[in-house]
């Protein structure tokens, strides 16, 4: 039990890496906490710095919810990868080094599932660029990635503790794009295919 729990931690941890924070000071210079929307997540880095940065800050989120996943299983066996990619998006929206103030959760809840659940990732991903495809909002596509992901680690016959890990990563997604919810609501949600640079 004390390792399980130390990979919850170490999972925890390594998600709570600002890599958005990281890369936009690298990249820029700036603190993309105070630009945009002020989100550390990739897609606040793509309107303020461009693709490039965009693009790593997505990779490194990916990156870091596999690692942290596998540190949890690696510490607590199979059955604690759910808890793991949990304890991941966790970290990445509440992290320990940013006051608890953190992003979104999705890249590196799809990193984590790569790690638990790689086969239910390919029909959430589809519904991702599909919804991106014809809407180009992110957020919207998001979180109907996320419950697409529980509804396909349920019909692929994922371990029981990775789709209650599942559920649990789509709750805290869904939670934290509550205002992108209301601005698709009030039809004033931005749009993917701008940015901005700043200053």
Known sequence: MALSLAG??????I??????????????GVDIRRHGSGNIGATNVLRTLGPAAGAITLLGDIVKGFLATSAAGALGGEAWLGAGAAAAVVGNCWPVFLGFRGGKGVATGLGAFLRAAPLAVVPAALVWILVVALTRYVSLASILACVGFVV??????????????????ALIIIWRHQQNIQRLRAGTESRLGRWVKAA
Do not use: H, N
Not at 8 to 13: D, K, P, S
């Open 8 to 13: 919850l931690v170490a999972a925890y941890l």
């Open 15 to 28: 998600g709570a890496v600002p890599v958005g924070v990281l890369v936009a000071r690298l990249a820029g």
């Open 152 to 169: 396909a680690a349920w019909a692929l016959g994922a371990a029981r503790p990775v789709v209650a890990g599942a559920a649990a990563v």
